[in-house]
């Protein structure tokens, strides 16, 4: 089966704090996919970032960047210098696809993040 | 402005009436999904439509019955829903059903469920 987990529920920075939201994840899957949604008041989740269980290289989008390391089963994220428009719940997800048949995505519980002015 | 697109935003029922949700999206994705998600709790996958086919069910009640009349289409059907239903539903689609599982899902705006 598998798991995500996010520890922190809730965060609370100053604006240009860096902030770094854990995820921890469970897969007895060699093939899986992690994601990051942030979902904004709104209600949409929006779609940030993919990676696939082969491939462990950080990757850096702007202010966003991404630490994915297998040995310790975790894809963690840190916002650079946070602004009060990331406030939203970020999710982290896995996929274990099965062909034909689409994604399971399993969702972490959610980080709500909070950047104060 | 998202891709994928969910009316009606808002939904008012009673527990005796019959609604549909409907979800649309362009984008030639040929995986659609409905999600479940409860305030403060993350979304939680309802049904999967692959190739216009219900793939997976995660042991739904019949009170939700999901219809996928084409593939850019996906209704989710309502009936005698209980007050516990009420919640944000959440369409998704990916490009490929689960052969290249790191396409990613993307989301309407969702549909807000109050049951009376």
């Known amino acids: 089966a598998q798991k995500v987990t996010q520890a922190q529920t809730e965060i609370s920075v100053v604006e240009k704090e860096d902030v770094t939201l854990d995820c921890v994840y469970e897969?007895?899957?060699?093939?899986?996919?992690l994601f990051w949604y942030k979902q904004p008041p709104s209600g949409e989740l929006v779609f940030l970032i993919r990676?696939?269980?082969?491939?462990?290289q950080n990757e850096i989008s702007g202010r966003y960047s991404w630490n994915f390391q297998k040995s310790t089963s975790s894809f963690n994220f840190t916002i650079t210098a946070s602004q009060v428009v990331d406030s939203a719940v970020y999710f982290c997800a896995l996929s274990v696809s099965k062909s034909g048949y689409g994604q399971n995505f399993v969702f972490g519980p959610g980080t709500r993040l909070s950047v104060l002015p | 402005d998202t891709e994928v697109t969910q009316t009606p935003k808002h939904l008012v029922m009673g527990m005796t009436n019959k609604k549909s949700l409907k979800c649309e999206q362009h984008?030639?994705?040929?995986?659609m999904y409905w999600y479940k998600q409860k305030a403060k709790k993350p979304p939680e996958l309802m049904f999967v439509y692959s190739y216009e086919k219900l793939s997976i069910n995660e042991s739904v009640p019949s009170r939700f019955s999901p219809e996928c009349p084409n593939s850019s289409l996906l209704n989710l059907h309502l009936h005698a829903l209980q007050p516990e239903d009420s919640a944000l539903y959440l369409c998704?689609?990916?490009?490929?059903?689960?052969?290249?599982?790191?396409?990613?899902?993307?989301f309407g705006d969702g549909t807000r469920l109050s049951i009376l």
């Open positions: 990676r696939n269980s082969f491939d462990e």
């Open positions: 897969t007895r899957d060699t093939t899986y996919y």
């Open positions: 998704a689609s990916s490009q490929e059903p689960g052969g290249l599982g790191n396409q990613p899902q993307h």
């Open positions: 984008m030639g994705h040929r995986a």
